[in-house]
């Protein structure tokens, strides 16, 4: 407690980067799922998820003209430690264009297909550990009130992943309370209703969280604890994952 404390502190330092009170670049994702966000026109993020099996993404995020982005990304585990890479055959990719911005009385809007899933690759079943968004809507509403910035995300996502007999649509809703300057608590239930009959999830529901951290302009850094209410039956506990993002123009 005293920790956290301290960060919130600290985090008066005037940065700007994607969380907290003076954000000035909008966040692309809750957790694992798409807001509205994007990059803005002629932007490279370069984001870095490590997580459990000595695990590692990377994606590289264009802003190709405004409203419109494109990302290519590629995850495997065992990157870190010893063994062989185990990740998918190619590479992911993300496409987001944003419908409409948001206004007062009504959200952004923004549409895309991403092939990218969360945690370990399951070469027998051809799987993220959780789906990837597949084609999707999202919707995202930004509020200012006693506490700071309130962003309040949703959508509505059909992922590739499953087979046939499991193919479903799916939602997921979250937001992004600011802490201070430039720290803001996430939280991300993501229903995985195209996922309830498979052997990895033992109910309906994951819960994520996390704590993101702007440590300067270009540059921050989010600590993700992961299935909060211990839905995945190949985990014995919540799982913490570190990820990092550093955002330019070109």
Not at 238 to 246: G, K, Q
């Amino acid at each position: 407690m005293k920790f956290l404390v301290l960060i919130i502190i600290f985090s008066s330092t005037i940065f700007a980067g994607n969380a907290g009170n003076n954000a000035n670049i909008e966040s692309r994702y809750l957790i694992d799922m798409p807001t509205a966000g994007v990059i803005e026109k002629k932007a490279l993020s370069i984001y870095s998820n490590a997580y459990s099996e000595g695990g590692l993404l990377l994606e590289f995020n264009f802003g190709l003209l405004t409203n419109l982005n494109l990302a290519l990304s590629y995850s495997a585990s065992n990157v870190i430690g010893d063994g062989s890479f185990s990740g998918p055959e190619y590479p992911s990719v993300n496409f987001k264009y944003r419908v409409s911005n948001e206004v007062e009385n009504f959200p952004a809007i923004a549409i895309g297909i991403s092939t990218q899933g969360r945690g370990v690759w399951d070469k027998t079943e051809k799987r993220f550990q959780t789906y990837s968004p597949g084609f999707y809507i999202a919707s995202s509403k930004n509020f200012i009130w006693a506490l700071g910035n309130l962003a309040l995300h949703g959508g509505i996502n059909y992922s590739f992943e499953p087979v046939n007999k499991n193919k479903s649509p799916n939602v997921y809703f979250g937001f992004e309370q600011s802490l201070g300057s430039s720290l803001s608590l996430v939280l991300e239930t993501n229903a995985t209703l195209d996922d309830q009959r498979s052997e990895i999830n033992k109910k309906v529901g994951l819960l994520n969280s996390s704590f993101r951290w702007s440590i300067s302009e270009k540059f921050t850094i989010e600590l993700q604890v992961r299935d909060m209410l211990n839905t995945q039956d190949n985990v014995k506990d919540f799982t913490r994952v570190i990820t990092f993002e550093y955002i330019s123009t070109f």
